[in-house]
Every structure is written in structure tokens, then in C-alpha cells.
Nanobody, 125 residues
């Protein structure tokens, strides 16, 4: 069983920055993706970003709405991932969920087996 603990959420002004962290404990699988989804009130879950480590290389990909503004990084030895959020917009307001044990390349929420409790990010205009 995997436990994912997010931190770093909060209130930020539009145009500002925020950094989310996620620490995983328990059984995570090498070569599977870790990453982030988000869900705003009344909206479906949205893929944000994912990262995977394979053969000494790091691979990452992003949802279209955050490309060029958000950066995912991590430490595979520590099972920790980060999401650096820059130039945030009010539409980035959502609960952000850390995910693990995912199918790399997928943006579908059901392809990620482990989920954290979520952390609220609110962007004021």
C-alpha cells in the first residue's frame, strides 16, 4: 500500500508562484509514473503533469493548460515529486492530488493507482 502526502498548497495571487511537494511511502514501483491531477469545483479531474525515471533518464509531460508555466521534478531515491507553479491564474484554483504507480504517458486518472488526499490551491485575481 502506498501513502502519498501532499504539502505546499495555499492562497496565492495571480501571477505568483507556489511549490507543491509529495512524499510517497510504502510500495511504489520503479518505472511507473508519479505526478499530479487537479479538480476544481463542478469540473472533472484534469491531468497536470507526470514524471518517470527509467534507465537513468527522467521523463516528464504536461497537460496543455499548464505547459510553460508549471514544472514537475522529483527525487526517485526519496520517492518525492514537486510541482513548481509559476505565473498562476485564477483558473488554476483547484484541489491538487499527487498520484503514483501510473502508466507513463497516460493523462487518464484511472491509469494512476495511488492517490493522495489532495491540497487546496487558490489563486486570487
Amino acid at each position: 500500500q502506498v501513502q502519498l502526502v501532499e504539502s505546499g498548497g495555499g492562497l496565492v495571487q495571480a501571477g505568483g508562484s507556489l511549490r507543491l511537494s509529495c512524499a510517497a511511502s510504502g510500495r511504489t514501483f520503479n518505472n511507473y509514473a508519479m505526478g499530479w491531477f487537479r479538480q476544481a469545483p463542478g469540473k472533472e479531474r484534469e491531468f497536470v503533469a507526470a514524471i518517470a525515471w527509467s534507465g537513468g533518464n527522467i521523463h516528464s509531460y504536461y497537460g496543455d493548460s499548464v505547459k510553460g508555466r508549471f514544472t514537475i521534478s522529483g527525487d526517485s531515491a526519496k520517492n518525492t515529486v514537486y510541482l513548481q507553479m509559476n505565473s498562476v491564474k485564477p483558473e488554476d484554483t483547484a484541489v491538487y492530488y499527487c498520484v503514483a504507480n501510473g502508466v507513463y504517458g497516460s493523462t487518464y486518472w484511472a491509469d494512476f493507482a495511488s492517490w493522495g488526499q489532495g491540497t487546496q490551491v487558490t489563486v486570487s485575481s
